[in-house]
């Protein structure tokens, strides 16, 4: 079984909409991560959160906005799409963040293709 | 330069053949971990590691934080080794962030 769950698998937008893309993970993690992979390149970091608390944010865009509700759930509101946000979204979690951050576990993604 | 740098960035090889793999590190690291990337896109992971070497059957890592480097080694590659692998690798101090290197693609050939 998986322990953490993306939704939507995969999505379509239109330019200028708004998507949530849902990440929750039921490992008793602390911390739990955003990364973004587009077409053929490598992973890049979005935010970091451990606690419930922003502890990184490498996005230099405010349209990507984490929500998180509870300890396991981090959810990525994207306002306003572009065709260049069209990427497939991975969520990742660890035991906590700092020092003793351990090994990242990974979801299976959300492919977002923007039109 | 980039903090974690992999090579090579791409590389072909014969079933049974053997294949290093090496990510270089321009900062002291934590951990580093090696995922594979397989063709439906889902991230595998193959190593964590704090420092040291750790062996699972045909793949071997290395992690030595202090000269700033960790290797990936495949024995006896087979056709399902193809894919895209990764290093990750966590920034020693005040880093609150997992930095990926750009990947290897594997390609075995029967």
């Known amino acids: 079984d998986p322990k953490i769950i993306q939704k939507p698998k995969y999505l379509v937008a239109v330019t200028g909409s708004e998507k949530i893309l849902i990440c929750e993970q039921y490992l008793g993690h602390n911390a739990m991560y955003w990364y973004r992979q587009s077409a053929k390149k490598p992973l890049e970091f979005m935010f970091s959160?451990?606690?419930?608390?922003?502890?990184d944010n490498q996005t230099a865009s405010s349209r990507f906005q984490p929500q998180s509700s509870k300890k396991n759930h981090l959810d990525l509101q994207i306002t306003a799409l572009k065709p260049d946000d069209s990427a497939t979204y991975f969520c990742?979690?660890?035991?906590?963040?700092?020092?003793?951050?351990?090994?990242?576990?990974f979801g299976e993604g959300s492919k977002l293709t923007v039109l | 330069g980039m903090p974690v740098e992999q090579n090579p960035p791409a590389l072909s090889l014969y079933e049974g053949a053997d294949s290093g793999l090496r990510c270089n590190f321009s900062t002291t690291m934590k951990s580093v971990q090696w995922f594979q990337q397989n063709h439906r896109g889902r991230l595998i992971t193959l190593f964590y590691?704090?420092?040291g070497t750790k062996e699972n059957g045909r793949l071997k890592s290395t992690f030595n934080s202090k000269e700033r480097y960790s290797t990936l080694h495949i024995k006896d590659a087979q056709l399902e080794d193809s894919g895209t692998y990764f290093c990750a690798a966590e920034a020693g101090t005040n880093a609150y962030k997992v930095i990926f290197g750009k990947g290897t693609h594997l390609h075995v050939l029967p």
């Open positions: 590691l704090a420092q």
């Open positions: 990742a979690s660890s035991h906590s963040l700092g020092s003793n951050t351990g090994q990242l576990y």
């Open positions: 959160y451990s606690y419930q608390k922003l502890m």
